[in-house]
């Protein structure tokens, strides 16, 4: 497999430096991205720069990825229009490991000579003294050559400025590459579009320092057709850790792409083969209302992220909320994973005690909750099959409810209607 093709028939290659490809095609070389550390998850704004390193060690190159617990604590301001907070020692070693447990979902680090690495860029600058950084790198590039970067061009246009701690951001980065050449044989950097400027500090760096080789590839950035971010939904971030986003949130995200953006991104995000994709997209334009690409898209990553259990949550709990599903699957559901279920649901608490003795359905729907604003309504619509508990419709407005119609002992299930759900939560 011819690495450099791979990511050019799927769109994603963006900038290469001249040689790249012949030094890849000769056989296995190392390689590396960096992955930022400022908090203890990746989301899916990652997922380009881990298919990359996938599909580089499929092409039988040996990939390393970086965590930045040093440049962490410096900020790049490669996109930013403002300085970060700067995090503490604590919270990045917190955030490094969280990040290496969840990259060893997506590559393998036991194949052999090219299984996959996790560098920690702390662990060469902790002893690394400033006055020996500046001596022994940063007389290496002069300031007019880091000021003709764009990253810094565009925040020192702007109005907030930048300083001298970001401006270093690239030497510091540049090191990295150099230290990773050196000590790890690493020939190319690769990142997003918006790394082109610090991944060439790098090659040039390592030219100047040790009159040595190296080669920079850039994938493209991702965006929506509609041109709004990429990964960014009304409630915040897409994140890979089920307790920041569920499985269910996380599946919805990729069912719920257009059809533009779908035939795109499974381009991007699949591992399957441009013919597999073809046959997708063809069986997709044929009826383009039963959502095949974007069902495949989200099935496929949501297990590699997660897990092939945490798909199949995923799709029960879509077929509840969405079709005719039953309420066993929320038995085996955490609670605060019912929560999410339900999460932008009108939730209301009822009370164990009352529930012991029995409570009728009107009062229960009607008094003891505000499913319904009176008891004359909730009859009304009970009289008519338009109320269900736990999936099942209420046929007579004096039927008792007790505790044992509970899921798990402390759910009920309202639904008024076919669409309108109420949670309600015995205390």
């Known amino acids: 497999m011819n690495f450099v093709e791979e990511l050019r028939w799927r769109g994603m290659l963006h900038d290469i430096m001249p040689g790249t490809e012949d030094e890849l095609n000769k056989g296995m070389a190392a390689g590396y991205i960096g992955f930022d550390p400022t908090a203890d998850s990746l989301h899916v704004g990652h997922l380009t720069q ?27 301001p490669s996109g930013k229009s403002a300085e970060r907070n700067l995090l503490s020692e604590d919270v990045l070693r917190h955030n490094v490991t969280c990040i290496e447990n969840q990259l060893k ?26 006055l020996d950084f500046i001596r022994d790198v940063g007389k290496h590039l002069t300031v007019n050559y880091m000021m003709a970067k764009d990253s810094v061009k565009k925040r020192l246009e702007g109005e907030t400025g930048m300083s001298f701690t970001e401006f270093s951001y690239q030497l510091v980065q540049g090191y990295d590459f150099y230290w990773l050449w050196k000590n790890k044989k690493c020939l190319v950097q690769m990142g997003g579009s918006d790394q082109w400027g610090n991944i060439v500090t790098g090659t040039e ?30 409630s915040g971030a897409i994140w890979l850790d089920s307790s920041k986003t569920s499985p269910y949130k996380f599946y919805q ?25 073809e046959a997708i997209e063809t069986e997709h334009d044929a009826a383009p209302h039963l959502r095949v690409l ?73 008094e ?28 007579d407005p004096s039927d008792v409810i007790t505790a044992e119609k509970l899921v798990k002992g402390k759910y009920l299930i309202a639904q008024k209607g076919k669409k309108n759900y109420f949670l309600l939560i015995a205390q």
């Open 50 to 76: 881990i298919m990359t390193l996938i599909h580089f060690q499929k092409a039988g190159h040996k990939p390393y990825a970086l965590v930045g617990g040093a440049t962490g604590m410096v900020g790049d």
């Open 105 to 130: 979902k997506f590559l393998d680090f036991n194949s052999g000579a090219n299984s996959a690495e996790m560098v920690n860029n702390y662990d060469w600058f902790q002893n690394f003294s400033f």
């Open 205 to 234: 760096l390592i030219r100047r320092m040790a009159s040595g080789t190296a080669f920079a590839i850039t994938t493209q950035l991702i965006k929506k057709a509609d041109g709004t971010k990429f990964g960014k939904t009304e």
């Open 253 to 277: 995200f990729w069912l719920n792409t257009t059809d533009v953006d779908a035939k795109s991104w499974i381009r991007i995000f699949s591992l399957k083969c441009k013919e597999e994709i």
């Open 294 to 366: 974007q069902k495949a898209l989200a099935e496929e990553i949501t297990i590699r992220t997660h897990s092939e259990e945490a798909l199949q949550t995923a799709l029960k709990t879509s077929e509840f909320l969405f079709g005719t599903g039953s309420v066993d699957f929320l038995n085996q559901l955490k609670d605060d994973e019912i929560l999410e279920v339900f999460e932008g649901v009108p939730q209301f608490k009822i009370s164990n005690d009352e529930l012991a003795q029995g409570i009728s359905v009107t009062d229960l729907l009607a």
């Open 368 to 395: 003891k909750s505000q499913v319904f604003v009176s008891k004359g309504e909730a009859k009304k619509m009970i009289q008519g099959g338009g109320v269900s508990l736990n999936r099942e419709k209420v046929a």
